[in-house]
Nanobody, 114 residues
Framework: QVQLVESGGGLVQAGGSLRLSCAAS????????MGWYRQVPGKERELVAR???????AYADFVKGRFTISRNNAEDTVYLQMNSLKPEDTAVYYC????????WGQGTQVTVSS
């Protein structure tokens, strides 16, 4: 199994920045990639960004140029640097790890005020 713990959410004004962290533990060797997803009430969870063990990254179109995903292998942590935040970025953000299963963190709220 893989355990994921997110941190770093909060309230920020439009145009501001936040950095989310996801600390992973457990069967780390089995992780194919890790990612950040977000969800707002009444909508499906959507991919924001993901990163492979080889540090290949992929982003949703709506965050390209504003968000950056990175990882610190020594600390088993994945980060999501979010810049130029918009009110529509308001959501619960979830960290995910893909092995043969999908593992999820508990989520962290990000609220962007206009």
């Amino acid at each position: 199994q893989v355990q994921l713990v997110e941190s770093g959410g909060g309230l920020v004004q439009a145009g501001g920045s936040l950095r989310l962290s996801c600390a992973a533990s457990g069967r780390l060797y089995a992780i194919i990639y890790m990612g950040w997803y977000r969800q707002v009430p009444g909508k499906e969870r959507e991919l924001v960004a993901r990163i492979t063990r080889e540090n290949t990254t992929a982003y949703a179109d709506f965050v390209k140029g504003r968000f950056t995903i990175s990882r610190n292998n020594a600390e088993d942590t994945v980060y999501l640097q979010m810049n130029s935040l918009k009110p529509e970025d308001t959501a619960v953000y979830y960290c995910s790890a893909k092995t043969g299963y999908d593992y999820w963190g508990q989520g962290t709220q990000v609220t962007v005020s206009s």
